[in-house]
């Protein structure tokens, strides 16, 4: 393995899923950075309810080829410490090129899905992980059989639903929200210099959904990295005040919101978890990715959990 690494050319493709944590994409980066001729990149799915979960590997040689595929991930315990099954075959040069072929439509078809390990979405969502992960090794030091239990189940669902994110809105122009450019890129996807197209649902105390908004990206030279909002146009900011949105990603580019106003439902009890789980200094304003749960925890009449 470690003359293929140095001397041969390795296409790694890893999930961006439940224990792809801050330090294992920091470890990724170092390995890259030793070893020029692999290609490293990790599976972003911007829609929840799905993992990237497959374990296969190809090793092209002279004659052909060997193919492994099996349950075991790439982890300590998935390679050498626990009980896996792997499924070898050894393939012809014609059975070789034909892999090759049907990877190399894959990667392009998933080009959209596969970001190189500093992309803003990969360290936005690898920081979400990590909180994950330090409740559960919390639970584990603290020997509490129940609060593991429920904090594994927090994990699943985690990754398997739909990322929210909290923000507070800055004054901006009237009908426009500004997002920084990490939430820019790690939320909504927006790649600047490029086009960048989404859709908003405001969703209504009862839970229905207002007509489609299709926005476009607005990114200008003063580093506001706005969308148009249309909950808050027509409004004031409030003078001593701020709105907050609440997001939640649907789809690859589909996002479901509320607006929440100072001195109504909501806005209280979210600011009230926002001011106990994350500092700020000065008059900078939050922007954070967080898990169902989070937002059950600090709004459980969120109109966005009625579907």
């Known amino acids: 393995m470690r003359k293929l690494l140095a001397t041969g050319h390795f296409q790694l493709v890893l999930g961006l899923d439940a224990i792809t944590d801050t330090a294992a994409v920091a470890a990724i980066k170092t390995a890259k950075a030793a070893l020029p001729n692999a290609c490293v990149s990790l599976f972003y799915n911007p829609k929840g309810g799905v993992l990237y979960h497959p374990k296969t590997m190809f090793f092209k040689n002279a004659v052909g080829g060997t193919c492994l595929t099996g349950s075991g991930n790439l982890t300590l315990g998935g390679l050498r410490n626990n009980w896996e099954a792997f499924w ?24 959209d899905n596969l970001l190189p390990p500093d992309d803003p979405r990969v360290t936005a969502q690898a920081a979400l992980n990590a909180k994950t992960r330090a409740r559960i090794q919390k639970a584990v030091k603290e020997t509490d059989g129940e609060a593991l239990a429920a904090l594994e189940e927090e994990a699943a ?4 639903l739909n990322p929210f994110l909290i923000a507070e809105v800055p004054k901006n122009r009237p009908g426009q929200a500004d997002f920084g450019i990490d939430t820019y890129q790690g939320f909504f996807g927006v790649t600047i210099g490029k086009p960048r197209e989404v859709t908003f649902y405001q969703v209504k105390p009862n839970g229905s959904l207002a007509p489609p908004e299709y926005r476009h990206a607005v990114a200008v030279k003063s580093s506001n990295y706005r969308f148009e909002v249309e909950a808050l146009s027509g409004r004031q900011h409030p003078e001593n005040d701020h709105f907050i949105l609440v997001f939640e990603r649907i789809g690859k580019s589909e996002y479901k919101y509320v607006l929440l106003k100072p001195g109504e439902e909501g806005h209280m009890q979210v600011q009230k978890f926002l001011n106990d789980n994350y500092f700020v200094s000065g ?14 925890a600090a709004w459980a009449d969120n109109p966005l959990l009625l579907h």
Not at 94 to 110: C, G, N, P, R, T
Not at 157 to 160: I, P, R
């Open 157 to 160: 669902e985690a990754v398997s």
């Open 88 to 111: 070898k075959a050894e393939v012809s040069n014609a059975d070789a090129a034909f892999l090759e072929a049907q990877w190399a439509k894959w990667v392009v078809d998933h080009k």
């Open 283 to 296: 008059n900078s304003k939050r922007r954070v990715v967080v898990t169902q749960s989070d937002i059950r």
